[in-house]
């Protein structure tokens, strides 16, 4: 191989090209000198290369054999620069009625009276997703926040700035009620998984909008619990509001330096009691996502008459407070960063310096871990909602695109291979649908206080192990989606890696995979035993009935023994079960996952 300038540029020759192009640099400058014009040969190579419509009589059968061209054609990327060849990227369509999951899970839980109540508006919302929604998310995307630390004029002003996509989110989220729903109750208890499926069908498109969103109604489900004080009840009222004038969202700042999960030892935040009832919270918020949200609950130590405060989780207590002051400036609170995050970056996430915020104690003192625990328990099955539904798109691309794509003669999706992995995404996507389908509606049972005492264990089980395991399967899953599109999977224009980045969040945020697993050995220990046992009713109750279908009852003869699998390592191994939480964990998830697979099939 020998290189050559063309163009300036250096480029690779064939050796067997050399003789094709001395001819076309000797004919070149022939032509040019007998013209009488002075001009480098590469030039008129370059115009001959460059031109619109080039003239291919010059060029002999010879020729083209040497470059390896057939002599009938044309020079194409002559004649159109980049190729006439553009793969076709996937469609979506509507995400309501492509997914016989969701579908199929409302007929069955659903009365029909309810149902015919919101299966229109679902049908609307899964197209709109796809529409105005997608367009709005993909401006959130590439237009990330930023933050404004002083005015032209030197002055503090800590204004965080946030794309239109973002502030259209907001006016979306207040007009659709993904807020409002479960409060209005308009579905009694089908409310909730009403509201839950809606945010499934939204979470995708929402540009991470869904972030504040889930901490939004976990606020609105505090102040439920506390049973509306009047200083809470104009905050209620906006958390769930449909006007999107008067809508607000809702942070959560838990997370300090010392501690995320660990909020006894972790908390360092001081409230300082002032004359007229309110307090002053003095402190340094490591992780505060969704900072431009209006207002806020946190955890904070309160100070004696000495300045001494208890340390542990004794000594916490439950603060509400509003970002802003009546002047409209910020309340004493100083956004010292953004936090440059791996994912999930459409969302504004800081380090906040608490310096004198007026805030308000709503909890009984040292009782704001268990003031803030609904709110957990909402974030933590937004988070599954979050992973099920970002599988959920993943599969609905890469299925598109297999029939779309072509390679080594056939479309991809005639390959038996590549549909075997499809089937496989598809499967744990289903799984995971199901499984926090489940979990949502027994949080609408509870809601409207008609929940057995066997449900609200289960709640109080599911909830660790839906958020858990969920985000573990949509790491695999998205993962394995980003490689079904090849080399395209890896480009960030085609808006598919960023479902892979801001998945990883969904095993860290609201506790890690260990932490959650520990969390279900507590409430298996503070039972004595019996939520193992109701968990083991569940499952019986999930596999009554076969329908007459052998395959089903040979999956429920398997389904149960792994159930009684797990009763009985947990008589036996109760010295190891502290190490084996997170297997343990991993087992009754993907018990629960086949048993509520088979009641679903039933359908």
């Known amino acids: 191989m020998q290189r050559f300038l063309l163009s300036g540029c250096s480029r690779t020759v064939h050796p067997r090209s050399k003789n094709f192009l001395a001819r076309c ?8 000198t007998a013209a009488g014009i002075t001009q480098s040969p590469k030039s008129v190579i370059d115009r001959r ?28 990327f002559a004649t159109e620069k980049i190729g006439s060849f553009f793969q076709a990227q996937p469609i979506l369509g509507n995400q309501y009625l492509e997914d016989v999951t969701i579908q199929a899970y409302l007929k069955r839980h659903v009365p029909p009276e309810i149902l015919s109540t919101i299966d229109s508006d679902l049908k609307r919302f899964g197209q709109r997703v796809t529409e105005d929604i997608y367009q709005y998310h993909l ?14 004029w030197g002055n503090r002003v800590d204004r965080i700035i946030t794309c239109t996509g973002w502030k259209m989110m907001h006016d979306i989220a207040a007009e659709e009620g993904l807020v409002a729903i479960p409060y209005e109750r308009n579905q ?42 009047s200083e809470l009840e104009v905050a209620y009222r906006r958390l769930t509001s449909r006007n999107p004038r008067e809508f607000w969202t809702s942070g959560q700042w838990m997370t300090e330096r010392r501690g995320g999960s660990d909020v006894a030892r972790g908390t360092e935040t001081l409230a300082q009691p002032q004359p007229d009832g309110t307090f002053k919270l003095y402190g340094y918020k490591w992780f505060s996502s969704a900072t431009d949200s209006d207002m806020t609950f946190t955890l904070a130590r309160v100070m004696d008459a000495d300045g001494q405060v208890t340390q542990g989780t004794g000594g916490l207590s439950l603060f509400y407070l509003e970002t802003r002051l009546a002047d409209g400036k910020l309340n004493n609170i100083r956004v010292q960063k953004l936090k440059n995050k791996l994912g999930t970056r459409q969302v504004p996430t800081a380090e906040l310096l608490l310096d004198g915020v007026v805030a308000h104690k709503v909890s009984e003192h040292g009782r704001g871990v268990a003031g803030i625990a609904n709110m957990l328990t909402l974030t933590r099955i ?11 798109r ?17 479309i991809i999706k005639d390959y038996p291979l590549h549909v075997q992995n499809l089937a496989r995404m598809e499967v744990e996507t289903r799984a995971a649908t199901l ?30 192990l839906v958020k858990l395991y969920t985000g573990k399967q949509a790491m695999s899953v998205l993962s394995e989606g980003l490689e079904s599109f090849g080399g395209q999977g890896y480009i960030e224009d085609t808006g598919l890696p960023v479902l892979l980045r801001d998945g990883q969040v969904l095993s860290i945020w609201e506790g890690t995979t260990n932490i959650l697993s520990l969390d279900v050995l507590r409430a298996i220990m503070k039972s004595g035993g019996d939520t193992l046992q109701q968990f083991g009713i569940s499952i019986d109750h999930k596999l009554a009935g076969s329908g007459g279908n052998q395959d089903l009852a040979d999956s429920s003869a398997r389904i149960k023994q792994a159930s009684g699998d797990i009763l009985k390592f947990a008589q036996t191994q ?15 998830s993907r018990t629960y996952m086949d048993g509520a697979s088979r009641t679903w099939l039933l359908s």
């Open 188 to 229: 009694a208890e089908w409310s909730r998984l009403y509201a839950a499926v809606k945010f499934y069908l939204y979470l995708p498109s929402s540009g991470l909008y869904s972030c504040p969103l889930a901490m939004t109604d976990g606020a609105a489900k505090i102040i439920e619990s506390l049973g509306r004080p």
């Open 49 to 76: 290369y460059e031109s619109t419509q080039p003239t291919m009589q010059n060029f002999s059968q010879s020729d083209f054999q040497e470059l390896n061209i057939p002599g009938s054609a044309s020079f194409p």
């Open 139 to 152: 401006e959130c995307d590439r237009d990330l926040p930023r933050l404004e630390r002083t005015d032209a």
């Open 574 to 588: 109760q010295d190891s079960m502290e190490m084996a939480a997170r297997d343990f964990a991993y087992s009754l």
């Open 435 to 464: 499984f926090v389908l489940e979990v949502s509606r027994l949080l609408g049972r509870e809601d409207m206080n008609v929940a057995t005492d066997h449900e609200k264990t289960m709640l109080r089980l599911l909830t660790p």
């Open 394 to 410: 993943m599969v609905n691309f890469s299925r598109d695109y297999a029939t779309r794509r072509q390679a080594f003669g056939k």
């Open 25 to 32: 640099i000797t004919s070149a400058s022939n032509s040019t």
């Open 382 to 392: 937004h988070n599954s909602l979050c992973a099920a539904a970002s599988m959920r």
